[in-house]
């Protein structure tokens, strides 16, 4: 199957879910995960009018986007990884939305960043919704106080970001985020991957992040326990 193929089938799946919830699919924001895809890959995409990309490292991003946003101005950046304090002027350089903001310290650097560029990419707030060691985004508990924290910073804060516990259902972790986002009164909802965008959809997701459901798998790694797909 070609991209724009690919393009068009994840759309209706996501406009098919969007109506089943009585939504409307205008509402969810499709970002194409192109990291570890050369530009050749991402071309075709932006040609069938894709708009919204996704990258996880700030370097991959600097060599990949400033020359095919050239020709498409109105391509918009998210950046989904972990963030380094010391990337911030890098990301809100070249960001439209930062997906990754989980601790003080980043906020801090992020709005150091913005008042100096005068660039305000708009941010969601991750957190870690299954309390797992190893994942980034902030305890559950910590949230309003990040909030408070973010909108006292002058962060313009579009939403709850979570990546769920992999090889487990996903329904209730996105619930769970969009009570929180709810509970906090936070409309956006960044949730919902290849496997699983159409359950988030219907939970109230309004940025998905698909990757190999568009661009094909992507290269495996070699790591001490074993092999995986790179993050
Ligand atoms: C890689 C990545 C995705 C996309 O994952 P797929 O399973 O390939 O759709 C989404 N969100 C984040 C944060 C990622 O790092």
């Known amino acids: 199957m070609h991209a724009d193929d ?25 970002i194409a995960v192109s990291k570890t895809h050369p530009a050749e890959a991402i071309e075709p995409l ?16 600097q060599a990949k986007w400033p020359a095919l ?17 010391n990337k911030a002027a890098d990301a809100v350089a070249m960001a439209d939305a930062i997906h990754a903001v989980d601790r003080s310290s980043l906020i801090t650097a992020l709005a150091k960043a913005m008042d100096a560029q005068d660039r305000r990419p708009t941010c969601f707030l991750q957190v870690n919704i299954g309390a797992e060691e190893q994942k980034g985004g902030c305890a559950i508990a910590d949230l309003p106080a990040l ?27 996105f619930a769970l985020l969009a009570k929180l986002a ?24 309004t ?6 459901a568009l661009f094909g798998d992507r290269p495996v790694v070699r790591t001490p326990t074993g092999f995986r797909k790179r993050a």
């Open 69 to 85: 946003k050239d020709p498409y101005p109105d391509a918009r950046l998210h950046l989904i990884g972990q963030l380094q304090s």
């Open 182 to 205: 709810r509970d906090n009164g936070i409309t956006g909802l960044s949730m919902g991957m290849s496997d699983d965008f159409e359950t988030a959809v219907m939970i109230g997701a």
């Open 147 to 173: 909030i408070a924290e973010a909108r006292t910073a002058d962060l313009p804060v579009a939403g709850l970001m979570c990546l769920p516990p992999a090889d487990t259902e996903a329904a209730p972790y």
């Open 207 to 212: 940025h998905v992040r698909i990757g190999s």
């Open 6 to 30: 690919r393009l068009a089938a994840i759309r209706d799946r996501i406009a098919r879910a969007a109506k089943l919830a009585r939504r409307d699919t205008a509402d969810v924001t499709l």
């Open 46 to 61: 932006l040609a069938a009018g894709q708009r919204d990309f996704g990258e996880n490292r700030v370097q991959e991003a």
